[in-house]
């Protein structure tokens, strides 16, 4: 097998549905926020809260155009009060629904690795190659994820979506990991399992775009923005 990485200097992962299971992540989520929600204002809103974050209740899975898929969890909670206002809601009624219903997944025990992550990353650091994250994930928990994960001592650099950079699918993240590791977009590799990931890498030039199929996207959504598409992360300790 060709090396997917050859002539590659610098590797940037995505975080959920890359290194960590995307669903186990998200899939508690969603419901539980609809619950809650539906709960709180006595009406059932969920049809509506799915269908507004591209999640698919009957398989339990995001849609890989959908915004669960790839956006930050401040524009989610836009999206959900957007939601409740849809519904008949005040905007300020709305809000302070929201407020109640709202929490965020504990970064930890949702954290399903998809692979042996610390002994890839060894491997990658032993030959030659510098690590990044860049997700649409929050800071505080990615660093926690990453802390837990055995990897936080391996990754050269992390953007996450409360940096303060247009987010996926823009070119800044990739972009600012390149210009802070004086690395070229070129010799960078960015690995993904969305299209939203895939755009960002296209968009900024990356010289190695490489999707996996253990998250959001299908190889169908995949293959027309990717060099390669492989099925995990692991595919590439074999390389």
């Known amino acids: 097998m060709i ?5 590659i200097d610098l590797v940037i992962f995505d975080k959920d549905g890359t290194l960590i299971g995307f669903d186990t992540m998200w899939r508690d989520w969603v419901d539980g926020l609809g619950d809650r ?9 969920r049809p509506s809260l799915y269908l507004a974050l591209g999640f698919d209740d009957e398989t339990g899975a995001a849609l890989p155009g959908g915004a669960l ?53 060894d491997r990658l650091r032993h030959d030659g190659h510098r690590i990044a994250v860049a997700t649409s994930d929050d800071r505080t ?29 823009a070119p800044d993240m990739v972009l600012h990991v390149c210009e802070h590791l004086g690395v070229d977009p070129l010799r960078t590799a960015m690995i993904g399992d969305s299209p939203a990931d895939l755009r960002m890498a296209r968009s900024a030039g ?3 775009v490489i999707g996996v199929l253990t ?14 598409v492989i099925g995990s992360v692991e595919q590439l300790r074999i390389a």
């Open 69 to 121: 898929a790839a956006t930050p969890m401040a524009r989610l909670r836009e999206m959900t009060v957007a939601v409740v206002v849809a519904c008949g809601w005040s905007r300020a009624e709305a809000g302070r629904a929201v407020e109640r219903a709202w929490f965020t997944p504990d970064p930890v025990e949702h954290a399903h690795p998809l692979g042996d992550l610390p002994n890839l990353f």
């Open 215 to 228: 998250g959001v996207g299908e190889r169908d959504d995949l293959e027309p923005l990717a060099d390669l």
């Open 206 to 208: 990356a010289g190695r």
């Open 37 to 45: 929600l539906s709960d709180d204002l006595g009406r059932d809103i």
């Open 141 to 169: 928990p990615t660093l926690q994820t990453l802390e837990w994960l055995g990897l936080a001592s391996l990754v050269d650099a992390i953007v996450c979506a409360d940096d303060g950079l247009p987010v996926k699918p």
């Open 3 to 7: 090396d997917p990485l050859d002539g």
